[in-house]
Nanobody, 118 residues
């Protein structure tokens, strides 16, 4: 399983970015896909994830600003980020997780830097 994330960069406060993450392999339509982020000196945290039926889940601090979506035909998950704030600055990691026989399996992308600064 390989995940390739893209779309990070430097943006001014109030700006927008769209992250993409393409997964190689098969079966991803059945998995939960999502985005985590990690700011310097902080723990990695869930930003948003989306179920195989495209039901989204968001952390409170980004609700109304970020939108997660997926295209199962392309094995790709997206994160549209609007009204970005300096506190959104972090490395964003794509994640795919599945459950089998009571175990959780996580797969991670390489991370993409998002910097919100004037």
């Amino acid at each position: 399983v390989q995940l390739q994330a893209s779309g990070g960069g430097l943006v001014q406060p109030g700006g927008s970015l769209r992250l993409s993450c393409a997964a190689s392999g098969s079966g991803f339509s059945f998995y939960i896909m999502g985005w985590y982020r990690q700011a310097p000196g902080k723990e990695r945290e869930l930003v948003a994830d989306i179920s195989s039926s495209s039901s989204p889940n968001y952390r409170d601090s980004i609700k109304g600003r970020f939108t997660i979506s997926r295209d199962n035909a392309k094995n790709t998950v997206y994160l549209q980020m609007n009204s970005l704030k300096p506190e959104d600055t972090a490395v964003y990691y794509c994640n795919v997780r599945r459950y089998a026989l009571g175990h959780r399996y996580d797969y991670w992308g390489q991370g993409t830097q998002v910097t919100v600064s004037s």
